[in-house]
């Protein structure tokens, strides 16, 4: 067991200094994108594809990797793709050079992110998953507060090439623990394989059991068909609310814009970034705990009428009044619901067996509604009525909300 949680510890580490990279440079990608002649509606637009590639394919990729079962070979692609794209964007003399590099880290992390979370589970197997993912995570997190921070003060005594130049370090520890976790888990754990088929003896052995099985079955499968059915209606319900509420909140390219309209010094907004990640990281395992912790599903799902809130609040503190610690901050709490609170929804309102498809129809819907707020916020950016259409589509997820609530009264669900 202890060589197994070394092995979690070191894709830990592996994730801690790749986001010290991947964060470091979506904390300034925004700003350097803007200073090479994109304009506003441009980087808006930038990130909404990034997102868009980021989660989509990941729903693809799952999907592949289980079919070839060569989850050590995605990994490592994807991380090299993703890791050594970024530090090159120095190198960028336009913003279609830095668009290219950014979206192959983009490809290079929904290409790697299935696979990698599959062989993580297989070294937890014995661990326990939750608490696997839990160490795994923890790391991810620290990275992702850690990164933005130092590349403030490279920023600060250099500038935005030297700054990229320098996630190479980050990149390259990444890469080097990632070897090392791949030479450890095929000594201690093995290739991963599919699963060995049932002989005739072992069908023979357990066929009375399946006959005295099949009675109970039958009883229940009126029941059983009638909860699957409100599930699936409850999970339609939430993927609309989903596409809404996502749709009409900004990615932190857009935002690093505004920063810098405001007056913010370059060399301040990755400590924004950095203080949108604190708070995202201490509101998620909270407001996961809270989710947890209402027992009855109709306050689970009045529960996420708080991000409807929140995105609006963020969107007036940021955009009209300049508030930017502030607006900051609520940003990365309602990015710290994504992460913790609307994944624990799609478990709720899916089966166990459909649990893997209802992950990438969610994950595919985040990668979409992304890509509709960057073009909303690209065509919007600027004028008077900038907020109303992300107003309307928040408004929109809040009657979703109340519809999934009516409908879980009336079902029972």
């Known amino acids: 067991m202890f060589d197994k949680v070394k092995i979690i510890l070191l894709f830990g580490v592996v994730s801690l200094f790749a986001d010290i990279t991947y964060e470091s440079a979506r ?58 794209s970024l530090p090159f964007m120095g190198f960028s003399n336009g913003w279609e050079f830095a668009f290219l590099l950014l979206m192959t880290e983009r490809f290079g992390k929904a290409l790697r992110s299935p696979s990698r979370d599959t062989l993580i589970s297989f070294s937890a197997k014995k661990v326990g998953y939750g608490k696997g993912f839990a160490i ?18 490279v920023l600060a005594k250099y500038d935005y090439r030297s700054s990229f130049y320098a996630l190479f370090i980050p990149a390259t520890i990444s890469f080097v623990f990632l070897i090392l976790a791949r030479s450890i888990y095929s000594r201690e754990i093995g290739e991963p394989r599919k699963e060995n088929k049932i002989n005739s003896d072992d069908l023979r052995g357990k066929s009375t059991k399946r006959e005295n099985e099949k009675m109970e079955v039958r009883a229940g499968s009126i029941i059983y068909q009638k909860d699957s059915g409100s599930k699936k209606v409850s999970f339609i319900l939430f993927l609309i609310f989903s596409a809404l509420t996502l749709s009409g909140v900004p990615n932190f390219q857009i935002i690093s814009v505004s920063f810098i309209n405001s007056g913010l010094p370059d060399e301040k907004i990755p ?20 989710f947890d912790n209402l027992k009855k599903r109709q306050n689970k799902i009045l529960f996420f009428c708080l991000m409807p809130v929140l995105s609006i609040l963020s969107l007036f503190l940021i955009f009209y009044f300049k508030w930017n610690i502030s607006g900051t901050l609520l940003w990365g709490i309602y990015i710290g619901m994504t992460e913790s609170s609307m994944r624990s929804a799609v478990a709720l ?4 067996e459909k649990r893997g498809t209802g992950f990438g129809l969610f994950h595919m819907i985040f990668g979409i509604s992304g890509l509709i707020s960057g073009l909303i916020f690209a065509e919007l ?15 929109g997820s809040l009657v979703a909300i109340v519809m999934l609530y009516l409908y879980t009264l009336l079902s029972r669900d």
């Open 27 to 84: 904390s300034i990608s925004g700003p350097f994108l803007y200073h090479l002649g994109a304009s506003a509606s441009l980087v808006s637009i930038i990130g909404g594809i990034g997102e868009f590639l980021g989660y989509s394919l990941r729903l693809i990729f799952g999907y592949i990797s289980d079919k070839v079962r060569k989850y050590w070979l995605m990994t490592i692609c994807g991380y090299f793709l993703g890791l050594f």
């Open 136 to 153: 795994h995570e923890a790391l991810d997190q620290i990275g992702s507060v850690v990164g933005p921070f130092l590349i403030s003060f």
């Open 271 to 290: 400590l924004m970034f950095s203080l949108a990640m604190i708070a995202d990281a201490l509101s998620a395992i909270p407001l996961g705990i809270l």
């Open 349 to 352: 309102f899916t089966e166990e």
């Open 381 to 395: 950016y600027g004028k008077n009525e900038m907020l109303f259409i992300p107003l309307l589509l928040q408004v």
